[in-house]
């Protein structure tokens, strides 16, 4: 995020979050870090996305086509007109079983961060490395629940709720501190720092899906969709920070603390951060979808899904500390001062600039899409070949009110500024192209079947006004290949009761398992 402001002001909570993770630091001789304990951090993340494989296993496994050779009731909620080939009343319902384990067995970035900071200039050797345990995994419980009804011969209705997206983020950091300081003409300025950090992020995407399907004849049926989709995002972050700041010299010696009672009486002086988003909505659109049997092994399908936009209800509000003395360039440029005793004022050595953005104009699109599938089918193998082209970019665009104040250096004399202005943000994916492959092999004599699964995603990122430097927005990435795979097994336990295992999934659900029922 970009975050305003005079390009001089640094950011001392940053530098603080940032020591642990620092890549190749060059620090001047006169910019130095005299001492640093990295503390503690625990990042633990787990995450439901059906979004890239499929609303259930079955699905999966014909590479989440729109194909009517798919009899799976969820159709509901991506080819309404398959619902008309199913000809009988079935339940649909799938777990996730959850689990969550240490990916530091996997990649362990400890070793990493300290040979990073050992690239950095220490004046003394009072370092304590930080140690980051980082657990991830998946959303567990139910997940999706569809049921078909056939009403007639010729029209069934379908009723489809599924979870396609779960996200649940914590975040802790303690034990964080550290003390830098710069000499300049025989006065020192010190600055000592220590911070604790707390973060949870829940996000979830539930969908209901209304559905009937007419077979006009033998080989023509159409079907209509009502999709509702529910959105939620609800996270808070607080980023603490504690320490005092210090210049001595032959007439100098001043001690200021942050977050002092006294001083914040009189202005300004806490560098905490803190952010918070609630924001929920609904979005209502349709799908059409016409299936057409060219024979009894062939059938073609289309699919038109159309794009919504909604502004969402809630707010988001993120508030940044910095102080005007400290310029994070001078961590990675030896030419900066990391602490600039010029803009330091000794009556008011600890007073803050502050930062806020405000969000209460938040929409939220859908892409749509229009999808073209063919199937083939024999006693021994299914295949399915299928083209999808969404019409849109899934896009969250957001307008903040930004307000800046604080103190600042003009000439010789310190001056308060305070002001607003409005600007917009944008994030999101456009998936360009979707191409999918699924397959169905049958051994002779037995009723299981092997399933696989491919997908393949051409995707343009969305980001614009998102900065990590001053005035350099991120450039959004073009032409990504994302590939989607899933292998598993269909296994009938009796004449009713079908059993979809997911053995290999990427890139999640990892494992997922669905039962069709007949009644």
Same mark, same amino acid.
């Given at each position: 995020?970009?975050?305003?402001?005079?390009?001089?002001?640094?950011?001392?909570? *940053?530098? $603080?979050?940032?020591?642990?993770?620092?890549?190749?630091?060059?620090?001047?001789?006169?910019?130095?870090?005299?001492?640093?304990?990295?503390?503690?951090?625990?990042?633990?993340?787990?995450?439901?996305?059906?979004?890239?494989?499929?609303?259930?296993?079955? $699905?999966?496994?014909? #590479?989440?086509?729109?194909?009517?050779?798919?009899?799976?009731?969820?159709?509901?909620? *991506?080819?309404?007109?398959?619902?008309?080939?199913?000809?009988?009343?079935?339940?649909?319902?799938?777990?996730?079983?959850? &689990?969550? &384990? =240490?990916?530091?067995? @996997?990649?362990?970035?400890?070793?990493?961060?300290?040979?990073?900071?050992?690239?950095?200039? +220490?004046?003394?050797?009072?370092?304590?490395?930080?140690?980051?345990?980082?657990?991830?995994?998946?959303?567990?419980?139910?997940?999706?629940?569809?049921?078909?009804?056939?009403?007639?011969?010729?029209?069934?209705?379908?009723?489809?709720? /599924?979870?396609?997206?779960?996200?649940?983020?914590?975040?802790? #950091?303690?034990?964080?501190?550290?003390?830098?300081?710069?000499?300049?003409?025989?006065?020192?300025?010190?600055?000592?720092?220590?911070?604790?950090?707390?973060? %949870?992020?829940?996000?979830?995407? /539930?969908?209901?899906?209304?559905?009937?399907?007419?077979?006009?004849?033998?080989?023509?049926?159409?079907?209509?969709?009502?999709?509702?989709?529910?959105?939620?995002?609800?996270?808070?972050?607080?980023?603490?920070?504690?320490?005092?700041?210090?210049?001595?010299?032959?007439?100098?010696?001043?001690?200021?603390?942050?977050?002092?009672?006294?001083?914040?009486?009189?202005?300004?002086?806490?560098?905490?951060?803190?952010?918070?988003?609630?924001?929920?909505?609904?979005?209502?659109?349709?799908? $059409?979808? +016409?299936?057409?049997?060219?024979?009894?092994?062939?059938?073609?399908?289309?699919?038109?899904?159309?794009?919504?936009? %909604?502004?969402?209800?809630?707010?988001? $509000?993120?508030?940044? /500390?910095?102080?005007?003395?400290?310029?994070?360039?001078?961590?990675?440029? !030896?030419? *900066?001062?990391?602490?600039?005793?010029?803009?330091?004022?000794?009556?008011?050595?600890?007073?803050? =600039?502050?930062?806020?953005?405000?969000?209460?104009? @938040?929409? &939220?699109?859908?892409?749509?899409?229009?999808?073209?599938?063919?199937? &083939?089918?024999?006693?021994?193998?299914?295949?399915?070949?299928?083209?999808?082209?969404?019409?849109?970019?899934?896009?969250?665009?957001?307008?903040?009110?930004? /307000?800046?104040?604080?103190? !600042?250096?003009? #000439?010789?004399?310190?001056?308060?500024?305070?002001? =607003?202005?409005?600007?917009?943000?944008?994030?999101?994916?456009?998936?360009?192209? @979707?191409?999918?492959?699924?397959?169905?092999?049958?051994?002779?004599?037995?009723?299981?079947?092997?399933?696989?699964? +491919?997908?393949?995603?051409?995707?343009?990122?969305?980001?614009?006004?998102?900065?990590?430097?001053?005035?350099?927005? @991120?450039?959004?990435?073009?032409?990504?290949?994302?590939?989607?795979? =899933?292998?598993?097994?269909?296994?009938?336990?009796?004449?009713?009761?079908?059993?979809?295992?997911?053995?290999?999934?990427?890139?999640?659900?990892?494992?997922?398992?669905?039962?069709?029922?007949?009644?």
């Amino acid at each position: 995020m970009n975050y305003g402001g005079n390009i001089r002001y640094g950011r001392v909570s *940053v530098i $603080l979050w940032m020591l642990p993770m620092l890549i190749s630091v060059q620090l001047s001789a006169y910019n130095q870090i005299t001492s640093l304990q990295g503390g503690s951090h625990r990042i633990t993340g787990s995450i439901y996305c059906s979004y890239f494989t499929g609303a259930v296993a079955g $699905l999966a496994q014909f #590479g989440n086509s729109v194909s009517s050779l798919s009899t799976d009731p969820v159709m509901a909620a *991506v080819n309404p007109a398959a619902l008309a080939r199913i000809g009988a009343k079935r339940l649909c319902l799938e777990i996730t079983p959850p &689990f969550l &384990f =240490n990916l530091n067995g @996997i990649y362990d970035v400890n070793p990493v961060i300290k040979d990073h900071i050992d690239d950095i200039k +220490i004046l003394q050797d009072d370092i304590i490395y930080p140690f980051i345990d980082l657990e991830g995994g998946q959303v567990g419980g139910l997940n999706t629940m569809a049921f078909s009804y056939p009403v007639s011969d010729r029209d069934n209705l379908g009723f489809s709720y /599924h979870t396609p997206l779960l996200i649940d983020l914590d975040v802790i #950091g303690n034990g964080m501190s550290g003390t830098f300081y710069d000499t300049d003409d025989g006065d020192t300025t010190r600055v000592a720092l220590s911070g604790e950090l707390y973060g %949870k992020f829940k996000a979830g995407s /539930h969908t209901l899906d209304i559905a009937y399907a007419r077979k006009f004849s033998d080989r023509i049926a159409g079907g209509l969709a009502l999709n509702i989709m529910n959105f939620t995002f609800n996270g808070d972050l607080a980023l603490v920070i504690d320490g005092t700041i210090r210049r001595c010299g032959e007439d100098t010696d001043i001690t200021k603390s942050f977050n002092d009672p006294v001083d914040g009486a009189n202005f300004r002086n806490t560098l905490n951060d803190s952010a918070r988003c609630d924001v929920k909505g609904k979005i209502i659109t349709a799908t $059409l979808g +016409i299936n057409y049997l060219v024979s009894q092994r062939i059938m073609l399908d289309f699919v038109l899904s159309l794009p919504s936009r %909604k502004d969402l209800q809630g707010d988001f $509000l993120l508030v940044k /500390h910095s102080l005007g003395a400290v310029d994070i360039r001078g961590l990675t440029d !030896e030419e *900066v001062e990391l602490l600039d005793q010029t803009q330091i004022e000794p009556s008011r050595m600890t007073y803050t =600039n502050r930062t806020a953005y405000h969000s209460q104009r @938040i929409n &939220f699109q859908t892409a749509g899409k229009i999808a073209l599938a063919a199937g &083939f089918s024999n006693s021994n193998l299914d295949v399915v070949i299928s083209y999808e082209k969404p019409l849109r970019a899934w896009l969250l665009t957001f307008s903040s009110v930004v /307000h800046e104040d604080g103190r !600042e250096k003009v #000439g010789s004399e310190f001056e308060n500024y305070d002001f =607003n202005w409005e600007k917009t943000y944008e994030l999101g994916l456009y998936v360009k192209n @979707i191409y999918k492959l699924g397959m169905k092999f049958k051994k002779k004599d037995s009723q299981q079947k092997l399933v696989l699964g +491919i997908q393949l995603f051409d995707v343009d990122t969305v980001i614009d006004n998102f900065s990590l430097k001053e005035k350099e927005n @991120i450039k959004p990435m073009k032409n990504l290949l994302i590939p989607s795979l =899933n292998l598993g097994l269909e296994i009938p336990i009796y004449s009713n009761l079908l059993w979809n295992l997911n053995l290999i999934s990427f890139p999640f659900p990892y494992f997922r398992i669905s039962w069709q029922y007949d009644f």
